[in-house]
């Protein structure tokens, strides 16, 4: 049972290390576990793993997880890196986005994201006294049933 009723939130700094997903979704999955959230965890760690791994192969530095939970049984995952630049497809809800040609390898983390999420979304972070500048990537994801929301 939790002990804590939102809002809370946590955040963990990860270095470029290859390792530094596989951490952040064992993180993940005790913070759900410790809350009462576990119905949430197999899209909560799909949205994490794929953010978490476009963010360690498309940036240098390091990059941070970032769990909050604003309402009963409704979870924000957030991955914040240090480039500004917004992924292909994933800047407006509209936007038209680039399908990866059959048997491609890679390209279609962004596009489960976008359909797995209740809610998603980008900020790009440029002001450097306020921040450390770079993009926060994040989406949502709610209990069906218990919030009346997904």
Known sequence: MATVSPPWS????????????????????????????TELTPTAELLASELLTNSHLHTKGPYALRLHAAEPDRLTVAV????????????????????????????????????CADAWGVSVLRELG?????????????????????
Do not use: M, N
Request: aromatic share 4%; charged share 20%.
């Open 10 to 37: 946590y955040t963990l700094q990860l270095p470029h290390d290859p390792r530094a997903p596989g951490i952040a979704r064992a993180t993940l999955r005790t913070v759900l576990a410790a809350h009462g959230l």
């Open 80 to 115: 914040w890196d240090t480039d500004p630049t917004v992924p292909p497809g994933f800047a407006e809800k509209g936007a038209p986005t680039l399908v990866p040609p059959d048997g491609a390898e890679h390209g279609r983390g962004l596009h489960l994201v976008r359909a």
């Open 130 to 150: 306020a921040s450390k500048g770079g993009k926060l990537l994040w989406a949502e994801c709610a209990h069906v049933g218990k919030s009346g929301t997904a």
